[in-house]
């Protein structure tokens, strides 16, 4: 018997020791994602699987819980022989939301896990043709939809039973071992079943002989060849046909093989389909854009997983997704006749994403990670402040209005943050009535500015006047380019107007943002408005304390290093505190307090560097006090910095400006343009 590692034999032993697989599409997938570390997260209030599989590259998906453990639970219903396994999976959202990026990122991370020799997928070719003397000068016919070892294994004789009898005597299969491949049994396709028989009629039906026919080749995982991660987008309406999915008639095969009956006289690698057929994932990008008679091929392939031609059959193994934008896909379930496709479809809403902290990471996909310069090639820096400010605003615009959480709230909620004396459970009660609403753009996160408006936004900053004569991408600027994405890309009236009034609140927080750093830079300190908040938290729990002495000085120990610290707690800075947040009276600063002091001991045990620094009322309240306190008789510090005209405001102006520049991350140009910010009165809320 030859020992060459692509025969037959071998490769079921391989089977057999485990050191070669033999699985169907959703199998591997789901493999593939379940061994990858998995941890829950609470998202909006609610605790969800996180599948780590999804979270590691340079480039990985950002959020997108719900929609991901939609799809792991398909592919795992599918691989369990679940109904999951005759449909297709549909992700339907709006534009610029990630769809595609989500499945490009799949199919990446499949050919990867592919790539690795205890999961590489195999087919077969049949060799020495031209001695059998039907197919010409064709001597190697690979099988065309690149089916496995195992499948021909399976129908080695047209008798299954004779089949399951040859597998245990000749390669020791035990019955259950054999019961487990048969799980995945599939009859050869026409042309291979064809060949097979030409193959068997020629050796007289001696097994052995056949065999030698058979060479085991690994499948190519090359991307641009389509093969095991396959796309299809979708064409205009005259130039696309059923040929580009399941392949047409080969001339030039025809030169050569004298039995018009045979099928291999079809090339079924020119459609997309057989390229993937061998356990691949075929991607159909804006699938209810294709013409009536394309979709109805893929009502066939979804539900049966063959292709079919002219009556000729071949069966296949692919995990099919595809993705649809919402204008698309309800034009297209409005004609009811369409409705058998609809049914073999599993819909996936995609929302846009909500949480805003999570949204500065997809900010800096947009923003790119490569070092920007000007049109004039002069290095471009970037405002420390632009992703927060841009962030900020287009999640802003993808939170549906709701009477009981103000915007604000609901961003903040939406990030797992404190809002004030509202909950999560607030949240959920609006995501669950709005999830309600039949039209799916109502929905939570379903409609707003996406990813593809965040770029343009921020190539028309790059591309500006005042950033390439600045040098610099200052962070206010991009208010303005959103507004002009919104006047330029959103055509509904109600949504453009609801968009404006978002990037004001936007502006709001913003100017939020900047009085905190414009503090920081004041005290010479990077953190110095962390400090200022935690000192007021610990002010709050230490004041109530019983080892309190007459100097008011408390000692505790810091959770986040374990040392013991001593802190002299000011009654009056509390006040001051408690009184810009509006507590006027002794119960309101009390309830506020146990709020806090429950929010301390709430957080502290899951992450002991806890800041407050999401607790945006609170520091704006510490921020107002140190601020708008006198700074060596000049005024106010917006009043010292404004007024320029005497040497002690120009020395506090030239070291802030220096904090600026080499301790907050700023350039000249923006540090001018903040402070310039910071002294007018502009979207002051």
């Given at each position: 018997?030859?020992?060459?590692?692509?025969?037959?034999?071998?490769?079921?032993?391989?089977?057999?020791?485990?050191?070669?697989?033999?699985?169907?599409?959703?199998?591997?997938?789901?493999?593939?994602?379940?061994e990858s570390?998995?941890?829950?997260?609470?998202?909006k209030?609610?605790?969800?699987?996180?599948?780590?599989?999804?979270?590691?590259?340079?480039?990985?998906?950002?959020?997108?819980?719900?929609?991901?453990?939609?799809?792991?639970?398909?592919?795992?219903?599918?691989?369990e022989?679940?109904?999951?396994?005759?449909?297709?999976?549909?992700?339907v959202?709006e534009?610029?939301?990630?769809?595609?990026?989500?499945?490009?990122?799949?199919?990446?991370?499949?050919?990867d896990?592919?790539?690795?020799?205890?999961?590489?997928?195999?087919?077969?070719?049949?060799?020495?043709?031209?001695?059998i003397?039907?197919?010409?000068?064709?001597t190697?016919?690979e099988?065309?939809?690149?089916?496995?070892?195992?499948?021909?294994?399976?129908?080695?004789?047209?008798?299954?039973?004779?089949?399951r009898a040859?597998?245990?005597?000749?390669?020791n299969?035990?019955?259950k071992?054999?019961?487990?491949?048969?799980?995945?049994?599939?009859?050869?396709?026409?042309?291979?079943s064809?060949l097979?028989?030409?193959?068997?009629?020629?050796?007289?039906?001696?097994?052995?002989?056949?065999?030698t026919?058979?060479?085991?080749?690994p499948?190519?995982?090359i991307?641009?060849?389509?093969?095991?991660?396959?796309?299809?987008p979708?064409?205009?309406?005259?130039?696309?046909?059923?040929?580009?999915?399941?392949?047409?008639?080969?001339?030039?095969r025809?030169l050569?093989?004298?039995?018009?009956?045979?099928?291999?006289?079809?090339?079924?690698?020119?459609?997309?389909?057989?390229?993937?057929?061998?356990?691949?994932?075929h991607?159909v990008?804006?699938?209810?854009?294709?013409?009536?008679d394309l979709?109805?091929?893929?009502?066939?392939?979804?539900?049966n997983?063959?292709?079919?031609?002219?009556?000729?059959?071949?069966?296949?193994?692919?995990?099919?997704?595809?993705?649809?934008?919402n204008?698309?896909y309800?034009?297209f379930?409005?004609?009811?006749?369409e409705?058998p496709?609809v049914?073999?479809?599993?819909?996936?809403?995609?929302?846009?994403?909500?949480?805003?902290?999570?949204?500065r990471?997809?900010?800096?996909?947009?923003?790119?990670s490569?070092?920007k310069?000007?049109?004039?090639?002069?290095?471009?820096?970037q405002?420390?402040?632009?992703n927060?400010?841009?962030?900020?605003?287009?999640v802003?615009?993808?939170?549906?209005?709701?009477?009981?959480?103000?915007?604000?709230?609901?961003?903040?909620?939406?990030?797992?943050?404190?809002?004030?004396?509202?909950?999560?459970?607030?949240?959920?009660?609006v995501?669950e009535?709005?999830?309600?609403?039949?039209?799916?753009t109502?929905?939570?996160g379903?409609s707003?500015l996406?990813?593809r408006?965040?770029?343009?936004?921020i190539?028309?900053?790059?591309?500006?006047?005042?950033?390439?004569?600045?040098?610099?991408?200052?962070a206010?600027?991009i208010?303005?380019?959103?507004?002009?994405?919104?006047?330029?890309?959103v055509?509904?009236?109600?949504?453009?107007?609801?968009y404006?009034?978002?990037?004001?609140?936007?502006?709001g927080?913003?100017?939020?943002?900047?009085m905190t750093?414009?503090f920081?830079?004041?005290?010479?300190?990077?953190?110095?408005?962390?400090?200022?908040?935690?000192?007021?938290?610990?002010?709050i729990?230490?004041?109530?304390?019983?080892?309190?002495?007459?100097d008011?000085?408390?000692?505790?120990?810091?959770?986040?290093?374990?040392?013991?610290?001593?802190?002299?707690?000011?009654?009056r800075?509390?006040?001051?505190?408690?009184?810009?947040?509006?507590?006027?009276?002794?119960?309101?600063?009390?309830t506020?307090?146990?709020?806090?002091?429950?929010?301390?001991?709430?957080?502290?045990?899951?992450?002991?560097?806890?800041?407050f620094?999401d607790?945006?009322?609170?520091?704006?309240?510490?921020?107002?006090?140190?601020?708008?306190?006198?700074?060596?008789?000049?005024?106010?510090?917006?009043?010292?910095?404004?007024?320029?005209?005497?040497?002690e405001?120009?020395?506090?102006y030239?070291?802030?400006?220096?904090t600026?520049?080499?301790?907050?991350?700023?350039?000249?140009?923006?540090?001018?343009?903040?402070?310039?910010?910071?002294?007018?009165?502009?979207?002051?809320?």
């Amino acid at each position: 018997m030859s020992t060459n590692n692509n025969t037959l034999h071998y490769h079921l032993r391989a089977v057999k020791k485990g050191e070669r697989r033999f699985e169907n599409a959703f199998q591997s997938v789901s493999r593939m994602i379940l061994e990858s570390e998995i941890s829950k997260v609470t998202v909006k209030g609610k605790t969800i699987y996180d599948y780590s599989i999804f979270r590691t590259g340079r480039k990985h998906i950002i959020g997108m819980y719900d929609e991901l453990n939609s799809f792991v639970s398909y592919v795992k219903d599918a691989s369990e022989g679940g109904s999951s396994k005759e449909m297709a999976f549909v992700l339907v959202g709006e534009p610029g939301n990630g769809k595609t990026f989500l499945v490009d990122f799949i199919s990446a991370k499949y050919r990867d896990f592919l790539a690795k020799d205890n999961n590489r997928r195999y087919t077969f070719r049949f060799v020495n043709m031209d001695k059998i003397g039907r197919y010409g000068k064709i001597t190697t016919i690979e099988s065309q939809t690149y089916e496995d070892p195992v499948i021909l294994a399976m129908n080695l004789f047209e008798d299954l039973d004779e089949t399951r009898a040859f597998l245990s005597k000749e390669f020791n299969f035990s019955d259950k071992e054999i019961e487990k491949l048969f799980e995945n049994y599939r009859p050869l396709g026409a042309c291979t079943s064809y060949l097979w028989n030409d193959i068997q009629m020629f050796t007289e039906g001696n097994i052995q002989e056949m065999l030698t026919f058979v060479e085991v080749i690994p499948v190519p995982l090359i991307e641009s060849l389509g093969t095991v991660t396959g796309k299809y987008p979708a064409k205009d309406k005259i130039t696309s046909s059923a040929v580009d999915l399941l392949g047409e008639e080969s001339i030039q095969r025809l030169l050569y093989i004298a039995d018009t009956n045979n099928p291999y006289r079809f090339d079924l690698r020119r459609g997309a389909l057989a390229r993937v057929a061998g356990g691949g994932i075929h991607f159909v990008d804006e699938i209810f854009k294709n013409k009536k008679d394309l979709i109805q091929v893929y009502l066939g392939v979804i539900q049966n997983r063959t292709i079919e031609i002219e009556g000729f059959k071949w069966p296949i193994d692919t995990l099919i997704i595809a993705t649809s934008n919402n204008s698309e896909y309800y034009s297209f379930i409005s004609e009811k006749e369409e409705a058998p496709i609809v049914d073999r479809c599993r819909i996936c809403y995609v929302a846009h994403n909500t949480d805003y902290m999570l949204q500065r990471e997809l900010t800096s996909y947009a923003i790119g990670s490569e070092a920007k310069t000007t049109l004039t090639n002069q290095n471009l820096h970037q405002d420390p402040n632009l992703n927060y400010a841009a962030s900020v605003a287009v999640v802003l615009t993808r939170l549906p209005r709701s009477e009981k959480l103000t915007p604000i709230e609901t961003m903040k909620l939406a990030a797992g943050e404190v809002a004030g004396e509202k909950s999560l459970i607030t949240l959920s009660e609006v995501i669950e009535t709005l999830n309600q609403d039949p039209n799916i753009t109502n929905r939570f996160g379903q409609s707003g500015l996406g990813q593809r408006n965040l770029g343009r936004a921020i190539q028309l900053l790059v591309e500006s006047s005042e950033t390439n004569e600045g040098q610099c991408m200052f962070a206010y600027d991009i208010f303005k380019m959103l507004e002009r994405i919104v006047l330029d890309y959103v055509t509904d009236a109600n949504q453009r107007a609801k968009y404006m009034e978002d990037l004001k609140i936007a502006k709001g927080l913003y100017r939020e943002r900047i009085m905190t750093e414009m503090f920081n830079a004041y005290m010479d300190e990077p953190l110095a408005i962390r400090k200022d908040v935690l000192n007021y938290v610990n002010m709050i729990i230490g004041v109530d304390a019983e080892n309190l002495g007459p100097d008011m000085i408390w000692k505790y120990k810091d959770p986040q290093t374990g040392e013991l610290k001593a802190l002299k707690i000011d009654e009056r800075f509390i006040n001051n505190v408690e009184e810009r947040l509006g507590l006027k009276t002794k119960e309101q600063k009390d309830t506020f307090r146990t709020s806090i002091r429950k929010i301390y001991g709430q957080k502290i045990s899951l992450k002991p560097d806890y800041d407050f620094m999401d607790n945006l009322e609170l520091i704006k309240a510490v921020t107002d006090v140190r601020l708008k306190s006198d700074i060596s008789g000049a005024g106010s510090l917006i009043g010292a910095l404004a007024n320029r005209t005497n040497e002690e405001n120009q020395k506090l102006y030239d070291r802030m400006v220096n904090t600026m520049l080499n301790k907050l991350n700023y350039c000249k140009t923006c540090a001018q343009k903040t402070i310039e910010y910071f002294c007018t009165q502009e979207d002051d809320q």
